[in-house]
């Protein structure tokens, strides 16, 4: 594993082994996106593997039908008695006629489709010349081998950006804002940037797909999540300069990220403090009712969304509680050098962890919260540590000032759920 | 290729997952990709297991393809092997893996040290959840049990239950209820496997006279091994529900040496209490109600026989997702006049519910979810499973016990029969308007359920037959919305059939006499 800062640690992190890594894979990240793009449908060109994944992943998101699905490759296609291709125009031409409402169609390479090198960006040319204008066909990759969790979104973006080539003739945003974030947070921030006095903004991915940003040279973009690498460089190849922050996390981030903004747009520092005056008294307000919760609590995170190193940030700076060690899958180290900076001298963070070996680290310095994922979070509830699965972070909006005080309950939640149930004879005590 | 939106059954190797986390002293190395772990998951998370399965992913990345994957195998097994000191082995690869060709069993027998390794071949792109599980405890039986002796003194009446796994649909309360129904009936349960059993265990198997096989689609491969090569008979009764349940302690009690008795005073009957509910006047408005039965071929089976001739259901549709089974499923479909559905693609399922216009759907997670946008009520009696399927209380599927759970869990979905005569009689009673569920649901389905749904059914249906006269759209829509479809259905069928050309009300009830049952 790599250890950023190997002066901080002690000999038992520092070591450099491989092993078992217990980390989604990029596809998982279409979950929220094919709910974030409502008229995209993400087709997986995989195994049963892929659609297990996907199923067992989403499996509380059953209700309706899904506008996500795998083409399994079966044994005829990789003994190549049936052309590949052939199959899969079969397979989106059953799908295109069951839902005709769709607009995009996005093919999601995977691990198999990857190791056999089936060409998808060039299938997804094909059948968009076929499906064309009535539903455009776009391609990236999903797969284990190359991603993990929500790498898949970054790897979706990226292709978003490289497709929106074509609008040459339209008037380019002036700020592209890159990331999922619920609608109801684009809303916020929307609002927010409208009080700055900055228009022409776009959000990446957009809700309807023929809504994708144009992109120009003088647009300046800013991210929202801390895992768009390859987004980031999709579009400064476009010529976009990117306006660095920290993430919008809790109301400090919050407050970095928006003044990175108004700062790049020349709003006047009166002109922002009085907009954010009343929102970030809010957001204080909110996560100090969590605070006596989290002050002086020891957190141990492992890897899951790459949010980890904002996570831990926001930890520190705005609830009182002690990161243990952050664990991330990946690091982009340009984007969370930030981040980084913030956190306390000593914090080790650790990229690429041997799961074994970091469950042995986590016991052994017995932290008060967990935050890990799902195949890791009862075991550790078994052996009595309070966790909090990561998954959530990923899923439930937590992003900007109106929601710095439900970010701050996630971590809480587990922590009073325990008090609750631990206390509650005493409480009917007390009552009777 | 094949599309899909949800699958019935996971790749083989978490067939192989699930017989190892079953055992004890078992540890599986898995030669997969980074992201296969989510596997980890379905145990922690659906079956709240409190440890992880023991099972170690390579979790390979693209970069290392350049290199030796082999490698990454190799360490793979060795720090498995240093960590967790397992009594047995099993290697294997995920889909990803297979197509590298390193050959896992190769290389973890070339690794030599003292732990037994038994590699699994699992071919990905052709085979599924079931058969990765009914292999690779066939394996693990022939690999601990292959070299034993039977002893010469078997007791007559000594069995083994064969076939219970992690994640199994209610195994765990099943083999509780089956195990007691035995030793109440004087014979003894030897060893239970795969769930609880080390390889110890399974060695120990032909120490019994007799295997009860509980779910064919794990064990049966097993149980046919073991008679080859020990001659020890297996059963072949699902005991689901309380005659099968009979029929099966017949068979265990013949098999045991044991005396034949009459169903009433068999060990353990006197739990039954299905039997009689069937028989109470309440339940007369079950009589002929359509049952849709969809699942994994042994539990459908077994199911259907238990909605047909104890509880008086009429079954109008069969189905199975396990093509291992298709023939004892259309064996099965044929006793109720059905037209057997074989199949893993869960569109054809729903169109083929759509079709039948069942009044309660038993089926998978998947069928639930088809039967809540249809509107029709549904229970669930086969894996996959899902969290609801690992309920707190005890819930067995199988014996006296799990007669009485299965008649609780099928008739409680249905409206009562009081009620849909109420229903029926005040239509414009503001508290029985089409959207309100049966009264005693409110808790489990307070949301109005999905009108696109029931509004599809109904567009369809006049589109493709002739004309209604307002007034006997009117008189329609006074029929209750869960038998509306139906009415409507024969009614059009009816005038068709005769030529008559708008439907009037009269056509509506001379259609009514005409089908009334």
Redesign the interface.
């Known amino acids: 594993m790599t250890v950023l800062r190997p002066h901080d640690c002690d000999a038992g992190t520092a070591q450099r082994q ?11 990240s279409i979950i929220w996106l094919h709910r974030k793009v409502q008229d995209a449908f993400f087709l997986v060109v995989g ?3 892929c ?3 996907l ?3 989403a ?1 509380v998101m ?2 309706s ?2 506008r ?8 005829r ?2 003994a190549g008695m ?1 052309d ?1 291709n052939d ?2 125009d ?2 989106v031409e ?2 295109v006629t ?1 839902r005709p409402d769709i607009r995009m169609l996005v093919l999601v390479g995977s ?2 489709s ?3 090198k089936f060409d998808l960006a060039r299938a997804a040319a094909r059948l968009d010349r076929r499906l064309a204008p009535d539903c455009r066909v776009t391609s990236y990759s999903g ?4 991603t ?1 969790f929500t790498q898949g979104e970054d790897n979706f973006l990226a292709s978003l950006v490289e497709q929106s080539a074509g609008h040459d003739g339209q008037q380019p945003a002036r700020l592209v804002v890159a990331g999922c974030m619920a609608d109801v947070v684009e809303d916020q921030f929307s609002r927010l940037f409208e009080q700055l006095g900055i228009e022409d903004f776009a959000f990446l991915p957009p809700r309807r797909s023929n809504a994708v940003p144009v992109i120009g040279p003088q647009t300046r973009f800013i991210l929202a999540q801390p895992y768009l690498g390859a987004t980031a460089a999709a579009l400064q190849a476009r010529g976009p300069r990117r306006i660095d922050s920290i993430f919008p996390l809790g109301e400090v981030g919050t407050t970095a990220w928006l003044s990175a903004v108004a700062d790049a747009f020349g709003v006047s520092r009166a002109r922002f403090e009085q907009v954010v005056a009343a929102p970030r008294q809010r957001a204080r307000e909110a996560i100090a009712h969590y605070r006596p919760r989290l002050e002086g609590r020891r957190v141990f995170l492992f890897p899951d969304s790459q949010l980890e190193p904002s996570l831990a940030r926001f930890l520190v700076t705005e609830t009182g509680a002690r990161i243990v060690e952050v664990g991330s899958p990946y690091l982009h180290r340009e984007l969370v050098a930030g981040e980084l900076a913030i956190l306390p001298p000593g914090v080790p963070v650790s990229e690429v962890a041997d ?2 070996r970091q469950v042995d680290r986590c016991r052994a310095s017995d932290p008060d919260l967990i935050v890990c ?7 550790f509830e ?1 052996e009595g540590y309070a966790t909090k699965w990561s998954i959530e972070f990923a899923f439930a909006p937590i992003h900007g000032y109106e929601q710095a005080g439900d970010l701050a309950e996630l971590f809480a939640r587990p922590l009073i759920r325990r008090a609750v149930l631990d206390d509650a004879p005493a409480t009917r005590e007390a009552l009777s | ?7 019935y ?3 083989p ?2 067939g192989a997952m699930r017989i190892a986390a079953s055992m004890k002293d078992v540890h599986l190395v898995l030669h997969a ?10 145990f ?3 079956a ?5 399965p023991p099972v ?7 970069r ?2 350049s290199g030796s994957t082999a490698d ?1 195998f190799r ?2 097994c060795r ?1 498995a092997i240093d ?1 967790f000191r397992p009594g047995l082995l099993l290697v294997s690869a ?3 893996a297979e ?2 060709q390193d050959d896992p069993g190769g290389l973890a027998s070339a690794l030599g040290g003292d732990v037994p390794i038994i590699p699994l071949e699992l ?4 085979k ?1 959840e079931f058969w990765g599980a009914a292999e690779t405890f066939y394996r693990l039986v022939r690999a601990c049990a292959g070299g034993q002796q039977r002893p010469e003194d078997v007791p007559a009446n000594s069995c083994n239950i064969l076939g219970p796994t992690a994640l199994g649909f209610r195994n765990r309360d099943d083999v509780t209820e089956i195990a007691g129904l035995l030793e109440a009936n004087g014979i003894a349960v030897r060893c239970v496997a795969p769930l609880g059993a080390t390889p110890a265990d399974l060695a120990a198997l032909p120490q019994a006279a007799f295997n009860v096989v509980l779910y064919p689609e794990i064990a049966e491969s097993a149980a046919r091994w073991l008679q080859k090569t020990f001659a020890m008979p297996y059963t072949t009764t699902i005991p689901i529900g309380a005659k099968a349940t009979h029929a099966f302690l017949a068979e265990v009690r013949a098999l045991a040496g044991l005396p034949r008795l009459e169903p009433a005073s068999l060990p353990g009957a006197q739990a039954d209490r299905s039997a009689w509910y069937a028989r109470s006047v309440d339940s007369n408005y079950l009589t002929n109600k359509r049952v849709f039965v969809f699942g994994d071929a042994a539990h459908a089976i077994a199911s259907a026989r238990v909605a047909a001739n104890e509880f008086g259901f009429r079954i109008c549709g069969l189905g199975g997702y396990n093509r291992e089974f298709a023939r004892e499923l259309r064996a099965a479909a044929a006793e109720f006049g059905v037209e057997p559905l074989v199949t893993d693609d869960h ?1 054809e399922v729903e169109d083929a519910i759509t079709a039948s216009q069942p009044e309660l759907v038993l089926g998978t ?2 069928e639930r ?1 088809i039967a ?1 946008r249809l509107r029709i009520p549904c229970a669930v009696i086969s894996a996959p499973a ?2 609801q399927d690992f309920p707190a209380r005890y819930s067995p599927q199988m014996g006296f016990e799990g007669a009485n759970v299965l008649f609780d869990s099928w008739v409680h979905p249905l409206m009562m029969g009081l009620e849909e005569h109420l229903l029926a009689m005040f239509r414009d009673d503001f508290e029985f308007h089409d959207n309100a569920a049966a009264s005693h649901l409110a808790a489990h389905s307070p949301a109005p359920a999905a009108p696109q749904a029931a509004a599809a059914g109904t567009t369809t249906a006049t589109a493709s037959a002739g004309a209604w006269t307002p007034d006997a759209e009117k008189e329609l829509c006074k029929i209750p919305f869960f038998v509306r479809g139906k009415a409507r259905r024969n009614t059009e069928r009816f005038a068709a059939e005769r030529g008559i050309h708008p439907i009037t009300v009269d056509t509506m009830y001379d259609a009514k006499a005409h089908f009334s049952r």
């Open positions: 491989r092993g078992q890594r217990e980390v989604f894979c990029g596809l998982t195994s049963r593997t659609a297990h994944l199923q067992s992943a499996g059953v209700f039908e899904p996500f699905a795998t083409a399994i490759m079966e044994e296609d990789l049936a590949m199959e899969l079969a397979v059953r799908l069951r691990c198999p990857e190791v056999i797969s284990g081998i190359e993990t799961v074994e994922g799902l195949g890791l979070a009862n075991p078994a | 290729m094949k599309l899909a939106m949800w699958t059954e996971g790749p190797h978490v990709p980074q992201g296969d772990t989510y596997a980890d998951l379905l922690t998370m659906i709240r297991d409190k440890a992880r170690t992913y390579t979790t390979f990345q693209a290392d393809l990454i360490q793979a720090d960590r995920s889909c990803t197509l590298l071919p990905s792109y052709q599924k569109l997670q998947m979810h809540k899902h969290v």
